[in-house]
């Protein structure tokens, strides 16, 4: 079984609380992922984010419809939270978001391990499709993010 990172970081020029703040609603996790994925939260809102919530959302993969239930594993404002999916496309997936202040505004730093379905296959995906696809993803989050927080 093949274990897989992602990070990544970032800094805007914005104070801690209101990086945290943004980051900390669910609701702005549509505004910094690609349109073509339809993301769409299903859970009713508004969600207020702390340790042991659950979020459900679907987004589409391949062209198909995908239920992600997501669970808040640690919440620690405005430092950081981790969520990790409970149900979706992966076999595992952790993500630990952290916030930091820095010179110049508030650093963002995403840790990401993720394990994938179907041995082998899952395996053969990777670098076929899935790790572009997450490199894609989070090129695209940075980007509207950069453009959010510059205004």
């Known amino acids: 079984m093949k274990t897989y990172t992602l990070e990544r970081e970032q800094v805007v020029n914005k104070p801690l609380w209101e990086t945290f703040g943004f980051f900390s609603k669910p609701e702005n996790l549509a505004r910094v992922t690609p349109p073509e994925m339809g993301f769409k939260i299903l859970s009713p809102l508004p969600i207020i984010m702390m340790a042991g919530v659950a979020i459900d959302y679907s987004i589409k993969i391949l ?49 990401v391990t993720y394990l994938l379905p179907f041995g082998f296959l899952g395996r053969l995906a990777h670098p076929l499709f899935v790790r572009r696809k997450l490199k894609y993803i989070f090129d695209y989050r940075s980007a509207v993010i950069k453009e959010i927080f510059a205004r």
Not at 86 to 107: D, I, M, N, S, V
């Open 63 to 111: 062209g198909f419809k995908v239920h992600w239930r997501s669970w808040i594993g640690s919440y620690d404002p405005p430092c950081g939270f981790v969520d990790e999916q409970l149900k979706g496309p992966y076999r595992y997936w952790h993500h630990r978001h952290q916030f930091e202040k820095t010179e110049g505004g508030t650093r963002i730093y995403d840790h």
